[in-house]
């Protein structure tokens, strides 16, 4: 490969306007590995390439192995925004679908981040939720520039609801994906609204009143610094 594109150089190709496309792997368990792919794709960026590679669907699945259409084996059954939100960690600059369709769910999901860099988590809501609490959940917010290991902070939900008085639950599990609100308890903190990147103790100062879906738990890992997010009510 290192031959071929230096015969690309000294031949006076604009390197960039050339793309380099992995391969997409129908037949199960013959997909890439993500050392060798990562490699390939450091030693692809270091001659200033720009890199493509392919996330499976999820709803109609190409013929006639209908097992979906991925680079990396290991996304053969992963939700397609998970994937290609991996690929990006990988050194991926462009990702295509590789089989015929998406679901309306996840459409929205990547063109919402497309278009506005946000990132859309599905979730369940508790039913007994106050109504005030509820409509600033589903708005924009952003995860705090100094990320906490176990939580996402809404940087937003303390300033927007911490005059609601907030009695704590009897009861708190906290589980990873569980949406959390600090209760009075918790003092000037109360109102912060979080979400638990790991199963957590319980905490007498903090509510549970929702969780993540699981394919939107398999998104935390990718959450960055200042992230956008938006909940997106499942129920």
């Not at 991926?92 to 309306?104: A, F, N």
């Not at 300033?159 to 708190?172: R, V, Y």
């Amino acid at each position: 490969m290192s031959h071929f594109l230096k015969s690309l150089l000294q031949a006076g190709i604009d390197i960039s306007q050339v793309e380099a496309f992995h391969n997409y792997y129908p037949k199960p368990h013959t997909g890439l590995d993500v050392p060798f792919f990562k490699q390939t794709n450091e030693f692809l960026h270091s001659y200033g390439l720009k890199v493509a590679a392919f996330v499976p669907g999820d709803e109609e699945k190409r013929q006639p192995l209908f097992e979906g259409l991925p680079t990396l084996e290991k996304h053969r059954h992963t939700h397609p925004f998970v994937a290609a939100l991996e690929l990006e960690t990988l050194g991926i600059d462009h990702v295509y679908i590789g089989d015929p369709s998406l679901q309306t769910q996840t459409i929205e999901q990547f063109s919402a981040f497309a278009k506005e860099q946000t990132i859309l988590l599905d979730c369940e809501l508790s039913k007994e939720l106050d109504s005030r609490i509820q409509q600033h959940l589903l708005q924009p917010d952003n995860n705090r520039m100094d990320p906490a290991r176990d939580l996402i902070r809404l940087e937003k939900s303390r300033p927007a609801l911490g005059k609601i008085d907030i009695a704590p639950l009897p009861t708190n599990v906290r589980p990873i994906g569980s949406i959390l609100i600090d209760n009075q308890l918790f003092g000037r903190y109360q109102g912060e609204i979080t979400i638990a990147t790991r199963d957590l103790p319980d905490e007498p100062k903090s509510n549970t009143i929702g969780h993540l879906t699981p394919e939107s738990i398999a998104i935390l890992p990718f959450i960055k610094p200042g992230q956008i997010l938006r909940l997106r009510q499942y129920n």
